[in-house]
């Protein structure tokens, strides 16, 4: 995931890696009672479960862009998510949706777009973010668009922000004795390649980028939560406890996650 911009909260991303190295795609994670052998529909991928007048779309690992399989529960993909929320929005015996979320984040590209997805979706059907353990960065876009956001005490929301990450290797190959030539047509082609020095100038134009994206985070959350975009910036990326992120406007209510979809489930039988 190097030089791709991300909405990731990277506290997370060890035991993330440290599950998928044990258990392979197969890791136990919060999505576990959702999976497909419980009664969901998935297809290997992201799955949706009926429950009463309820429709629960379980969203876990890291978030990345296009359609995934296999990957899930240790990774979740934004089409997998939008193709679920469709049907649920089509789905007659559905009337409300809970999005149910564990996820420390992960890539921009699609992020936002499924963020306006699920908002406009909202003007459908009833929408409520459920937080298992985490919804930060990218899973917190996604979160804060429905029109309810419930977190548990010991949860954590927030981290509103991008980040990228370039790994420069040429003075290692130098002292290695490796030489290494780059042949490009385009003067800013592969400009982030690892085995040559970064150019200042480079460096500025991806740092333009990332802010920007930056901006557009914030604006977006700043729309859906109905909050001034000078208070979310003020945040500088920082993730929130439970009683923390609803001070803030990021939550709406502290709650054990299966308590808050047991009172959903009540609303609509």
Request: hydrophobic share 45%; proline share 6%; aromatic share 6%.
């Amino acid at each position: 995931m190097l030089n791709r911009p991300l909405a990731l909260d990277g506290r997370h991303t060890a035991e993330i890696r440290s599950a998928l190295t044990a258990y392979g795609p197969h890791a136990p994670l919060a999505s576990g009672p959702f999976d497909e052998a419980d009664g969901g529909w998935g297809y290997g991928g992201v799955p949706l479960q009926v429950s009463g007048g309820v429709g629960i779309i379980p969203i876990s690992g890291i978030l990345l862009s296009g359609p995934g399989g296999w990957l899930y529960p240790m990774a979740s993909f934004y089409e997998d998510i939008r193709a679920r929320l469709d049907e649920a929005v089509e789905d007659d015996r559905i009337k409300a949706i809970a999005l149910w979320i564990d996820s420390p984040g992960g890539v921009v590209s699609q992020c936002f777009e499924l963020a306006d997805h699920i908002y406009h979706a909202g003007s459908r059907k009833p929408v409520v973010a459920i937080v298992y353990d985490c919804a930060c960065s990218a899973a917190y876009a996604l979160a804060s668009a429905a029109e309810a956001v419930t977190v548990p005490r010991s949860g954590t929301v927030g981290s509103v922000g991008v980040i990228m990450i370039h790994a420069e290797y040429s003075a290692a190959l130098e002292r290695a004795g490796i030489r290494t030539t780059v042949f490009r047509y385009g003067a800013h082609k592969a400009e982030l390649q690892e085995v040559e020095p970064l150019s200042a100038e480079a460096a500025a134009r991806e740092q333009a980028d990332i802010d920007a994206l930056g901006e557009q985070f914030v604006t977006l959350v700043a729309r859906n939560r109905g909050l001034n975009a000078d208070a979310i910036r003020a945040t500088q990326a920082e993730t929130c406890l439970g009683d923390r992120a609803v001070t803030l406007g990021l939550a709406d209510a502290v709650l054990p996650p299966h308590d808050a979809l047991a009172d959903l489930i009540a609303r609509f039988p």
